[in-house]
């Protein structure tokens, strides 16, 4: 099984009000990532994990978090959302970090 | 930093004609490795084809690119297009001496095939 597993699909959530999203993964993947997608953007790489080891992006770092209490899962929070974060959010994993990266088919976050 | 462009965001084709979309990249690395990744409408990316190897050509599913450092390019072709091509196609970037993980996208190009 080489799915990665996104919940919710969609979400709607209020400005000022936080934001979970979960991942999960049953490759025994050592690393996962959370990426942001926004309509004719690239894929930005906001975080990811190798193991226990949380790597965070240098522009992105004080918005969003992350908490990984085991392998398999992966969580992206927002403490206080904004407009700014209505976007298409990637999670992936991959065996190490050189490897392939695996897609979840994303969760489509909408900030009201 | 690095950055991947791929210079058309839209590509639309008659069904049999071949397929070419364009990636170039910059990046510090000697050795990057060069990916495809396709998204079709409601599903998640899944890897079409990788290569680290200069001058090599790489095959899957009818899908082929040439890694070609002196260019910096990893052009993706294939030479009759179908309509079941029809989707989001991202070139992406890896250096090879990282330990970041760090995948960097271009912006995608849509393609359409048509009957």
């Known amino acids: 099984d080489t799915t990665v597993k996104q919940n919710p699909r969609y979400k709607l959530a209020r400005v000022g009000k936080p934001v979970n999203l979960i991942c999960s993964q049953t490759?025994?993947?050592?690393?996962m990532y959370w990426y942001q997608k926004k309509p004719n953007q690239a894929p930005k790489l906001l975080l990811f994990y190798y193991d226990k080891i949380l790597n965070r992006e240098a522009d992105t770092f004080e918005k969003f978090q992350s908490s990984r209490p085991n392998n398999s899962f992966c969580s992206l929070y927002i403490g206080s959302a904004g407009l700014e974060y209505s976007a298409m959010y990637l999670c992936?994993?991959?065996?190490?970090?050189?490897?392939?990266?695996?897609f979840g088919s994303g969760t489509r976050l909408t900030v009201l | 930093g690095d950055s991947v462009t791929q210079t058309e965001g839209l590509v639309t084709l008659t069904e049999g004609l071949p397929v070419m979309l364009n990636c170039t990249y910059q990046?510090?690395?000697?050795?990057?490795?060069l990916f495809w990744y396709v998204q079709h409408l409601n599903e998640s990316p899944r890897l079409l084809l990788k290569?680290?190897?200069?001058?090599k050509r790489t095959e899957h599913q009818g899908f082929h690119a040439t890694l070609h450092k002196s260019s910096s390019s990893f052009h993706l072709q294939k030479s009759s297009a179908q309509l079941s091509d029809s989707a989001l196609y991202y070139c992406a970037l890896r250096g090879y001496n990282t330990n970041t993980g760090k995948l960097t996208f271009g912006d995608g190009t849509v393609l359409t095939v048509k009957p």
């Open positions: 490759m025994n993947h050592d690393t």
């Open positions: 990046t510090i690395y000697s050795n990057p490795f």
């Open positions: 290569s680290f190897t200069d001058n």
């Open positions: 992936a994993s991959s065996r190490n970090i050189a490897e392939t990266l695996y």
